[in-house]
């Protein structure tokens, strides 16, 4: 695996795939797998069920891990 230059709390810009020119704060860097979770960047829907933590239940956005190639560091 590649070894990862960017940090947590870092602000980054996607270089590509569908948010590509987008900018966030990163929230998690997944150094094993290759990818970081930026925040606002990569929404998917998840569908929850109801618990103690979301007893509504539905469907919630979330950020998905992005891999590290398709960010820079934002100057």
Do not use: F, Y
Not at 7 to 23: F, H, L, N, P, Y
Not at 45 to 74: D, L
Request: net charge positive; charged share 30%; glycine share 12%.
């Amino acid at each position: 695996m590649s070894k990862a230059k960017i940090k947590r709390g870092e602000t980054v810009t996607v270089i590509a795939g569908d948010d590509k020119g987008k900018s966030g704060k990163v929230i998690q860097v997944l150094p094993g797998n290759g990818r970081v979770l930026i925040e606002g960047i990569n929404l998917v829907k998840k569908h929850m069920q109801k618990s103690e933590e979301n007893p509504q239940g539905g469907i919630v956005e979330r950020e998905a891990p992005i891999a590290i190639s398709n960010v820079k560091v934002s100057a």
